[in-house]
């Protein structure tokens, strides 16, 4: 079966770090991108960035440059979405997906991991 | 960036009725254009690409269109099953922006 499978909700302080995870199974894992898409609580879907698994390549939606940190092991075919310092605005559902081939519209999703923040 | 934007914000439509649902863009994304359904506490599912092409499994009863930078998703006949939050999204340019949304409900 093709699917991605996130790890589990996290419950954090503002300042700690955290990496959630995102396992790739039944498909080509390295010759997919894969991106991760946050959302509030109660708000719209924000793509924040992409990483290629085969090269590494990633790319950030300029919002979340420089906040987040995306990276990939393909050896057991997992991206990662890594945060150094959490905030209380970083409380949200974080979604892993995958883009169809060469158009990056999202054909496979993740089913979520809920970060809270909270002190 | 490109901004999509959603309209109207909330669709209130009994089942069996049509449902339309507009979603425009600030500029020009030549098709590229994708809709997407999300339950309570799902995760979003991919409908439509491509402004009308249904992904694997969508029924036949939604649709999409353009014209211009305009786009709408139809529902011909709502089921219960579709009440539910849509979303549009572009994808000509990075990063690929998603609307606002629009809420179907009873």
């Known amino acids: 079966e093709v699917q991605l499978v996130q790890s589990g909700a996290e419950v954090k302080k503002p300042g700690e770090s955290l990496k959630i995870s995102c396992k790739g199974s039944?498909?080509?894992?390295?010759?997919?991108?894969i991106g991760w898409v946050r959302q509030r609580p109660g708000k719209g879907l924000e793509w924040m960035g992409i990483?290629?698994?085969?090269?590494?390549?990633?790319r950030y939606s300029p919002s979340f440059q420089g906040q987040v940190t995306i990276s990939v092991d393909k050896s057991v075919t997992t991206a990662y979405l890594h945060w150094s310092s959490l905030k209380a605005s970083d409380t949200a559902m974080y979604y892993c997906?995958?883009?169809?081939?060469?158009?990056?519209?999202?054909?496979?999703w993740g089913r979520g991991t809920l970060v809270t923040v909270s002190s | 960036e490109i901004v999509m934007t959603q309209s109207p914000a909330t669709l209130s439509v009994s089942p069996g009725e049509r449902a339309t649902l507009s979603c425009r863009a600030s500029?020009?994304?030549?098709?590229?254009l994708a809709w997407y359904q999300q339950k309570l506490g799902k995760a979003p599912r991919l409908l439509i690409y491509?402004?009308?092409t249904r992904a694997t499994g969508i029924p036949a009863r939604f649709s999409g269109s353009e014209s211009g930078t305009e786009f709408t998703l139809t529902i011909s006949s709502l089921q219960s099953e579709d009440f539910a939050v849509y979303y549009c999204?572009?994808?000509?340019?990075?990063?690929?922006?998603f609307g606002q949304g629009t809420k179907v409900e009873i």
């Open positions: 997906a995958r883009p169809e081939g060469a158009h990056w519209y999202f054909d496979l």
């Open positions: 990483i290629y698994p085969g090269d590494s390549e990633s």
């Open positions: 500029q020009g994304v030549y098709s590229k």
């Open positions: 039944g498909y080509s894992f390295a010759n997919h991108w």
């Open positions: 999204q572009q994808y000509h340019n990075w990063p690929g922006t």
């Open positions: 491509g402004v009308s």
